[in-house]
Nanobody, 116 residues
Framework: QLQFVESGGGSVQPGGSLQLSCSVS????????LAWFRQTPGKEREELAC????????YYGDSVKGRFTISRDNANNTVYLQMNSLKPEDTAVYYC?????????WGQGTQVTVSS
């Protein structure tokens, strides 16, 4: 079982930046694909970005492509999401995710609010 500590959420004005961090314990993440999702009330959870385990290929959802960057530090068991040019519609609870084969783990979520 993995344990997650997410940090970096908060309030920011439109056009601003935030970096989310997700520190994971319980097992090395080397073989896990890592991802960030977000969810707003009444909507399905949306996958924003994913980074593969070995070759570190990345995927970005259309809504964040060019603005958000996912990265991972396997030595410190941490995944990051750098968010730039934030918009009010980016307001949501953000979740980190680790998956490997049948295993699928989630962080507890961190609130990001973009408002003037």
């Amino acid at each position: 079982q993995l344990q997650f500590v997410e940090s970096g959420g908060g309030s920011v004005q439109p056009g601003g930046s935030l970096q989310l961090s997700c520190s994971v314990s319980g097992e090395a993440l080397n073989y896990y694909a890592l991802a960030w999702f977000r969810q707003t009330p009444g909507k399905e959870r949306e996958e924003l970005a994913c980074i593969s385990s070995v070759d570190r290929n990345t995927y970005y959802g259309d809504s964040v492509k060019g603005r958000f960057t996912i990265s991972r530090d396997n030595a410190n068991n941490t995944v990051y999401l750098q968010m730039n040019s934030l918009k009010p519609e980016d307001t949501a609870v953000y979740y980190c995710n680790a998956r490997y084969g049948p295993y699928d783990y989630w962080g507890q979520g961190t609130q990001v609010t973009v408002s003037s």
